[in-house]
């Protein structure tokens, strides 16, 4: 094919300018569309997978604790609420058995959100002496907007049964990803 | 980067040969020509630049639908965790229900499948008496190629004392008398020193071992079993009375009118847990059906037809009716206990150390009696299932018919007594 060697003329080379420059926006926006979908989408995954990380965390030891209680010696003067759970435990044995606690030789573990960053969901665990559960203060879930608990009774230290609300988001391009999720679980060891 | 050139304009010709003119009316003017020689995109860069482009928007692309993807693993995973869960829980539930069931005999089972979510295996293992450690394991969808799974682990325990009768009569340093035709059909244990720790007289009989620790008068009773004299003395079975009077108790105390408590006509009734302040009679027809521990401040009589029946929520556990006074059963009055297999008993219990502290006569009783500083009189074709007592005197025709399920009996507080979750031992493993 013979090359035009003379080059093009204004009009030829405008059209190309116009032509060019509206395939590029036209280009660009669905590059950027895309890149705002996949940032959005990567942020509601991310909320969704803090959410369901913290509420199957709660659930578990809801499950495992033997009672709700009020606060415990450790526990920073912390006292069960709407968004403060304290929850008694067995101890374990060197096995990773529930031991009996012998009186009130109890393993506590606390779950609220971190006074220093209210956007963590985090667990405070406050074994026993003798208790082979780890102690310390663990980091569940990021992201954390609100965490509620709610209670079939009045009287937290009476209750059955616990439901956990935890909403997580996260924030792109401007825009915030919600999710908001609740599970209600029944203590089996009260 | 490509680059534009202007190229400079040439010089106006105002003579042409004719190719020439054709050329030129072929040609733009050269003030609007450029010369972009550089700027030509060589054949396939376009393409390139589109496949650049492409691969770019694909590699996002990927990106997202494997966050998406890992996402919905993780989510599905989260189901099937919690599915296993649940029937790992299923599993728990129902060895609760077969230990119930089976008066604690059920051992486990292996994948049981519930609906097509999954199958459950469960296993129990003894870890002290009256405690059983149940391991379910919940698999999801099965046990062979099981895409998620939960074990859990709980005691579970039976709020019961566990009391060993392990002979039909068990007696203290009172000895056995027999006489008459009365028959023991079950092994014989007297803790009584010297001669006759056990005397029979007449047609007595013992269907089953004899032991004594002193010795057995001959040719009466006829022991169709062993014969052991000059034992080392047994164990009694024991019972902590405060324990049964405050379960009882813990139901209401009931002052009898006038010190007695009677129950006469067609009356039917449940009772316990429940105390009563003063005697207790009951005759004729009527029906009182134990619901928990009963405990008596006076004396029991128990006369004419009457029943005391354990209610068969008991199942295989038994209950307790204690009494600070005597126990006089006769003339077809009896103790019933439940239907379950084995059955769950009443236990009589007397705490008084009269010699009549339990008297049975004229047929009826099926229950266990207890007396361990008295004594028990049983006369008349009377007949029990198990007797401990300091001392027993038995005549005419007098029975006593051991049930082997007694050698390792539970007595409950009330119907919660059954099987039921250890608080505190539910955990996951």
Same mark, same amino acid.
């Given at each position: 094919?013979?090359?035009?060697?003379?080059? !093009?003329?204004?009009?030829?080379?405008?059209?190309?300018?116009?032509?060019?420059?509206?395939?590029?926006?036209?280009?660009?926006?669905?590059?950027?569309?895309? !890149?705002?979908? !996949?940032?959005?989408?990567?942020?509601?995954?991310?909320?969704?997978?803090?959410?369901?990380?913290?509420?199957?965390?709660?659930?578990?030891?809801?499950?495992?604790?033997?009672?709700?209680?009020?606060?415990?010696?450790?526990?920073?003067?912390?006292?069960?609420?709407?968004?403060?759970?304290?929850?008694?435990?067995?101890?374990?044995?060197?096995?990773?058995?529930?031991?009996?606690?012998?009186?009130?030789?109890?393993?506590?573990?606390?779950?609220?959100?971190?006074?220093?960053?209210?956007?963590?969901?985090?667990?405070?665990?406050?074994?026993?002496?003798?208790?082979?559960?780890?102690?310390?203060?663990?980091?569940?879930?990021?992201?954390?907007?609100?965490?509620?608990?709610?209670?079939?009774?009045?009287?937290?230290?009476?209750?059955?049964?616990?439901?956990?609300?935890?909403?997580?988001?996260?924030?792109?391009?401007?825009?915030?990803?919600?999710?908001?999720?609740?599970?209600?679980?029944?203590?089996?060891?009260? | 980067?490509?680059?534009?050139?202007?190229?400079?304009?040439?010089?106006?010709?105002?003579?042409?040969?004719?190719?020439? @003119?054709?050329?030129?009316?072929?040609?733009?003017?050269? =003030?609007?020509?450029?010369?972009?020689?550089?700027?030509?995109?060589?054949?396939?860069? %376009?393409?390139?630049?589109?496949?650049?482009?492409? &691969?770019?928007?694909?590699?996002?692309?990927? =990106?997202?639908?494997?966050? +998406?993807?890992?996402?919905?693993?993780? /989510?599905?995973?989260?189901?099937?965790?919690?599915?296993?869960?649940?029937?790992?829980?299923?599993?728990?539930?129902?060895?609760?229900?077969?230990?119930?069931?089976?008066?604690?005999?059920?051992?486990?089972?292996?994948?049981?499948?519930?609906?097509?979510?999954?199958?459950?295996?469960?296993?129990?293992?003894?870890?002290?008496?009256?405690?059983?450690?149940? $391991?379910?394991?919940?698999?999801?969808?099965?046990?062979?190629?099981? @895409?998620?799974?939960?074990?859990? @682990?709980?005691?579970?325990?039976?709020?019961?004392?566990?009391?060993?009768?392990? #002979?039909?009569?068990?007696?203290?340093?009172?000895?056995?008398?027999?006489?008459?035709?009365?028959?023991?059909?079950?092994?014989?244990?007297?803790?009584?020193?010297?001669?006759?720790?056990?005397?029979?007289?007449?047609?007595?009989?013992?269907?089953?071992?004899?032991?004594?620790?002193? &010795?057995?008068?001959?040719?009466?009773?006829?022991?169709?079993?062993?014969?052991?004299?000059?034992?080392?003395?047994?164990?009694?079975?024991?019972?902590?009375?405060?324990?049964? @009077?405050?379960?009882? &108790?813990?139901?209401? %105390?009931? $002052?009898?009118?006038?010190?007695?408590?009677?129950?006469?006509?067609?009356?039917?009734?449940?009772?316990?847990?429940?105390?009563? %302040?003063?005697?207790?009679?009951?005759?004729?027809?009527?029906?009182?059906?134990?619901?928990?521990? +009963?405990?008596?401040?006076?004396?029991?009589?128990?006369?004419? =037809?009457?029943?005391?029946?354990?209610?068969?929520?008991?199942?295989?556990?038994?209950?307790?009716?204690?009494?600070?006074? $005597?126990?006089?059963?006769?003339?077809?009055? $009896?103790?019933?206990?439940?239907?379950?297999?084995?059955?769950? #008993?009443?236990?009589?219990?007397?705490? =008084?150390?009269?010699?009549?502290?339990?008297?049975?006569?004229?047929?009826?009783?099926?229950?266990?009696?207890?007396?361990?500083?008295?004594?028990?009189? %049983?006369?008349?074709?009377?007949?029990?299932?198990?007797?401990?007592?300091?001392?027993?005197?038995?005549?005419?025709?007098?029975?006593?018919?051991?049930?082997? /399920?007694?050698?390792?009996?539970?007595?409950?507080?009330?119907?919660?007594?059954?099987?039921?979750?250890?608080?505190?031992?539910?955990?996951?493993?």
């Amino acid at each position: 094919m013979a090359l035009n060697k003379n080059g !093009f003329t204004l009009v030829e080379l405008l059209t190309t300018f116009a032509i060019g420059g509206f395939v590029t926006v036209i280009v660009a926006s669905i590059y950027l569309a895309h !890149f705002r979908l !996949f940032a959005n989408q990567n942020t509601a995954i991310d909320a969704a997978t803090q959410n369901k990380l913290a509420l199957d965390e709660i659930t578990n030891q809801i499950r495992q604790a033997q009672t709700v209680v009020s606060t415990c010696s450790s526990c920073s003067g912390d006292t069960t609420g709407a968004n403060i759970l304290v929850l008694q435990l067995w101890p374990l044995d060197a096995g990773g058995d529930p031991q009996d606690p012998m009186g009130t030789n109890y393993d506590y573990i606390e779950y609220r959100k971190d006074a220093s960053d209210a956007t963590k969901l985090i667990r405070k665990t406050f074994p026993y002496s003798t208790s082979t559960r780890k102690s310390g203060t663990r980091i569940v879930a990021t992201g954390v907007s609100a965490l509620t608990f709610t209670y079939d009774n009045a009287d937290p230290t009476l209750a059955l049964e616990i439901t956990t609300n935890v909403t997580t988001s996260g924030t792109s391009n401007g825009k915030t990803q919600t999710t908001a999720q609740g599970a209600k679980t029944i203590l089996r060891n009260k | 980067m490509a680059k534009l050139k202007l190229r400079p304009r040439a010089p106006k010709q105002s003579s042409v040969t004719n190719n020439m @003119k054709q050329e030129t009316r072929n040609k733009k003017p050269d =003030s609007l020509r450029f010369q972009v020689s550089s700027l030509k995109l060589k054949s396939g860069q %376009v393409l390139i630049i589109t496949i650049i482009f492409l &691969t770019v928007i694909l590699i996002l692309s990927t =990106s997202l639908f494997t966050r +998406v993807t890992s996402f919905l693993r993780f /989510g599905s995973n989260s189901i099937m965790r919690e599915q296993a869960v649940n029937l790992a829980e299923a599993g728990i539930d129902k060895t609760l229900w077969q230990l119930n069931q089976t008066g604690g005999t059920y051992s486990g089972e292996t994948n049981t499948a519930v609906g097509t979510t999954g199958t459950f295996t469960v296993t129990v293992a003894d870890k002290s008496p009256g405690i059983k450690t149940i $391991t379910a394991t919940g698999y999801v969808p099965s046990a062979n190629a099981p @895409k998620e799974k939960q074990v859990i @682990k709980v005691d579970t325990s039976i709020s019961t004392s566990v009391i060993a009768f392990r #002979y039909a009569v068990q007696v203290g340093t009172g000895g056995v008398n027999m006489s008459n035709s009365a028959s023991i059909n079950g092994n014989v244990y007297s803790n009584k020193l010297g001669p006759d720790s056990i005397l029979g007289s007449g047609q007595s009989a013992i269907n089953g071992d004899a032991y004594a620790v002193g &010795t057995i008068s001959t040719p009466a009773p006829t022991v169709t079993g062993r014969k052991f004299q000059n034992q080392q003395p047994s164990q009694m079975p024991t019972l902590d009375y405060q324990q049964w @009077k405050d379960a009882a &108790t813990a139901g209401g %105390v009931t $002052t009898c009118p006038g010190g007695s408590c009677d129950f006469s006509g067609s009356t039917i009734a449940n009772i316990g847990p429940q105390k009563y %302040v003063g005697s207790f009679n009951v005759s004729n027809s009527v029906i009182l059906t134990m619901q928990g521990p +009963v405990y008596i401040t006076g004396n029991l009589t128990l006369s004419n =037809s009457a029943k005391i029946n354990l209610d068969n929520s008991f199942g295989s556990n038994g209950t307790v009716l204690i009494v600070d006074g $005597t126990v006089s059963v006769s003339n077809n009055a $009896t103790f019933n206990p439940t239907s379950a297999n084995p059955k769950g #008993y009443i236990l009589v219990v007397s705490t =008084s150390s009269s010699d009549s502290a339990i008297s049975l006569s004229n047929h009826g009783q099926t229950a266990v009696f207890y007396a361990l500083s008295g004594g028990a009189q %049983v006369s008349n074709q009377a007949n029990a299932t198990a007797l401990v007592a300091n001392s027993l005197s038995m005549s005419n025709q007098s029975q006593l018919d051991y049930d082997s /399920g007694l050698a390792s009996s539970s007595f409950s507080t009330g119907p919660g007594g059954s099987w039921t979750i250890r608080k505190g031992t539910y955990h996951f493993k």
